[in-house]
T-cell receptor
Framework: SQTIHQWPATLVQPVGSPLSLECTVE??????LYWYRQAAGRGLQLLFY??????ISSEVPQNLSASRPQDRQFILSSKKLLLSDSGFYLC????????????FGPGTRLTVL | GDSVTQMEGPVTLSEEAFLTINCTYT??????LFWYVQYPGEGLQLLLK?????DKGSNKGFEATYRKETTSFHLEKGSVQVSDSAVYFC?????????????FGKGTMLLVSP
């Protein structure tokens, strides 16, 4: 069966510091991968998606970036965090060419102080 | 563009009450429809789905019917439990070539009291 991992689970970072969040998927190959942010009291905002190694599409302009160095690894990064980057970050995967439901990881709670 | 509208919460019910959470959508193309559930501090879990008109998705006592004529996908459960307290998200997906993206509603919080 497929599983999706995210780490760290929680993170507290000062404004201006760098960020690296990691997501890995097991039990499948060639997945589509997604990063979402969920701000307090708001819905989910799609940040990035990837259909293959090195292929990243950005949905919203911001100071975040994403990379996919391996087939089942997806990384969310920032060089300098802003207060507004605080939120709950969710990684998801979907089977390429499947019914198009996405499966979510447990999330990372990021607090920028 | 595509959008999903859900009733605003919180929805507060007593145990064993009937639940309805309304969801309507706007989409170009022919979407698949989903309900996800998020328990406190956790990621989203797929609750049920429907991929074509008149399909009924069901799971754990929850059900929703894809109504193309009213562009709706309302979530229902006949008798809620305290353990159903969570945030429920309606979502749609319109596939592109090789990938699809989900458009979510803002979520509806359900609070069930004993």
């Amino acid at each position: 069966s497929q599983t999706i991992h995210q780490w760290p689970a929680t993170l507290v970072q000062p404004v201006g510091s760098p960020l690296s969040l990691e997501c890995t998927v097991e039990g499948t190959s060639n997945p589509n991968l997604y990063w979402y942010r969920q701000a307090a009291g708001r819905g989910l905002q799609l940040l990035f998606y990837s259909v293959g190694i090195g292929q990243i599409s950005s949905e919203v302009p911001q100071n975040l970036s994403a990379s996919r160095p391996q087939d089942r690894q997806f990384i969310l990064s920032s060089k300098k965090l802003l207060l507004s980057d605080s939120g709950f970050y969710l990684c998801a995967w979907a089977q390429r060419g499947g019914v198009d439901e996405q499966f979510f990881g447990p999330g990372t709670r990021l607090t920028v102080l | 563009g595509d959008s999903v509208t859900q009733m605003e919460g919180p929805v507060t019910l007593s145990e064993e009450a009937f639940l309805t959470i309304n969801c309507t959508y706007t989409a170009t193309g022919y979407p698949s429809l989903f309900w996800y559930v998020q328990y406190p501090g956790e990621g989203l879990q797929l609750l049920l789905k429907a991929t074509k008109a008149d399909d009924k998705g069901s799971n754990k006592g929850f059900e929703a019917t894809y109504r193309k004529e009213t562009t709706s996908f309302h979530l229902e459960k006949g008798s809620v439990q305290v353990s159903d307290s969570a945030v429920y998200f309606c979502a749609l997906s319109v596939p592109n070539s090789g990938y699809s993206t989900l458009t979510f509603g803002k979520g509806t919080m359900l609070l069930v009291s004993p």
